[in-house]
Nanobody, 128 residues
C-alpha cells in the first residue's frame, strides 16, 4: 500500500520559516515527479511547487517563487518544502503528491489531476 505522510506543519508568525517533509512508502518514486499543493478554507486546491524525478528541475507557483524551495532525497524516498518569509495568505492545508507516470512535458508537473498519490495533508497557519 502506497502512503505519503506529511509532517512539519504548525503555527508560525508572519516572516517566519517552516520546513515540510513528505515520506513515501510502499513504492519508490525516484523515477517520478513529486509536488506540493495547498488548499485554504473556502478555496480550491492550488499548485505550490513540483520537482522532477532527478531533482534537476523545479517549478513554483508565482505566489511562492523566491520564498519556497522544493527538494528531494530519493535515497530516503522523501520530498521537502522549505518555506521562508511566510505570509498570512500562505495559511492552508499542504498536501504532498506523487505521479506514477513519467512525463516529459514540464506543464504536466503543475497539474493536480496528473498526480496519483496524495498525502493526508498538514496544516500550516501563519499569524500576522
Amino acid at each position: 500500500q502506497v502512503q505519503l505522510v506529511e509532517s512539519g506543519g504548525g503555527l508560525v508568525q508572519a516572516g517566519g520559516s517552516r520546513r515540510l517533509s513528505c515520506a513515501a512508502s510502499g513504492r519508490t518514486f525516484s523515477s517520478n515527479a513529486m509536488g506540493w499543493f495547498r488548499q485554504a478554507p473556502g478555496k480550491e486546491r492550488e499548485f505550490v511547487a513540483a520537482i522532477s524525478w532527478s531533482g534537476g528541475s523545479t517549478y513554483y507557483a508565482d505566489s511562492v517563487k523566491g520564498r519556497f524551495t522544493i527538494s528531494r532525497d530519493n535515497a530516503k524516498n522523501t520530498v521537502y518544502l522549505q518555506m521562508n518569509s511566510l505570509k498570512p495568505e500562505d495559511t492552508a492545508v499542504y498536501y504532498c503528491a506523487a505521479q506514477s507516470a513519467y512525463y516529459t512535458r514540464n506543464d504536466y508537473y503543475t497539474r493536480g489531476a496528473l498526480y496519483d498519490y496524495w498525502g493526508q495533508g498538514t496544516q500550516v497557519t501563519v499569524s500576522s
